[in-house]
């Protein structure tokens, strides 16, 4: 019975700190994706509140899976391209030493990777030869187009440098902003954890969170779970011998 009682009370913890970063804004009913119908708790002023009881069960089960990912040491590619999205998106991978993607999605980065390895590959070679000096063999002129070229490059897949294979789960915000990425993970069989507010689509999202993805207090407070997730998961891994 006490038992119960503390995970009910943790329950409501996570609920009322849910609602504080306003985790709890959808969107107009309008825009509901019917998918979404019985997450939701109640239409004010023509607005979706979101159950955040259902979130914290749903959450949990997003969390679960990403300790099991950081036990067995896998990868986990963060997608994140929309303004209130990318600061959080890009500090949290860097922080776990994950890939990450707060620019455009390039298509292919996923059904293509063998292309996209190439770029990665490019840019990787282009930064070490810059460091050692090896670039002084080239005209003033080549330089100034190497550079421009890299720039790009650079633009698109800095966050993706040392990502050698396909990742073992993509986290999303916004599944619907970022249905690209969504669906060549499906293709490729790829586990998506994915934060989706009341426009999205949940099925084919193997675990989706529930939650306001447009607010940069809700974004970081669920990405930051998932990051905690995994260092939890990172610490109980088994020693290498």
Known sequence: MQKTDTKKMEA?????KMFRVGAHYG????????????????TKNKMD???LEKTSVVLGNALEFVKKLGTAGK????????????EATKNTAESLIMPYVTERWIGGTLSNFTEIKKRISELENYRKDSAEGK??????KERVVLAKKMEKL?????????????????????????????????????PVISLINSDSNIKGIEFPIVGND??????????????????TGQMTAPAKS
């Open 154 to 190: 650079s633009r698109y897949y800095s966050g993706l440098v040392g990502l050698k294979k396909t990742p073992d789960a993509l986290f999303i915000i916004d599944a619907r902003a970022e249905n690209i990425a969504a669906t060549e993970a499906k293709k490729r069989d790829i």
């Open 75 to 86: 990868t986990i590619l963060f997608v994140g391209t929309k303004p209130e999205a990318k």
């Open 27 to 42: 969107y107009s009913k309008t825009r509901r994706h019917p998918s979404l119908s019985k997450y939701i708790y109640a």
């Open 49 to 51: 509140i979101i159950n």
């Open 12 to 16: 409501d913890t996570l609920v009322e």
């Open 135 to 140: 670039l002084d063999k080239y005209t003033k």
């Open 214 to 231: 447009s607010s940069i207090p809700s974004i970081k407070f669920f990405i930051a779970h998932v990051a905690d997730a995994y260092k």
